[in-house]
C-alpha cells in the first residue's frame, strides 16, 4: 500500500509511532515513581489515540482503494465483523 492519506501520512508514520510507543513500554513498571507514571501515561494516552486513529484512517483509504480498483479483501484476521465500518 502506497497511498498516503489527506494529511499526508502513510503506513510509515503509523510504524514510527508504534514504535516509539514501544520504546515507552520499557519506561513502565511496578517500580517508577508516581510522578514519573504520571508522566508516562500523560504521553501515550495521546499518542495511543492518535495511533488508533492514523490506522483507522488508513484502513478506510485501503478499502476505499481496493473497491476504486477492484480488489477483493479478505475480512482481517480475528477481528469479528471485518474491521472498521463492516
Known sequence: MSGRLSDGRDWRDLRERLS????????L???MA???AR??????????EDAA????DLES???ALAIEHGVPLPA?????GGGSGE
Open 53 to 56: 486513529l492514523l490506522a483507522r
Open 76 to 80: 482481517p484476521e480475528g477481528i469479528e
Open 34 to 36: 508516581w510522578g514519573r
Open 29 to 31: 513498571g511496578p517500580e
Open 61 to 63: 483509504e485501503l478499502r
Open 39 to 48: 508522566f508516562l501515561f500523560a504521553i501515550v494516552a495521546p499518542m495511543a
Open 20 to 27: 516509539d510507543l514501544g520504546e515507552l513500554a520499557g519506561e
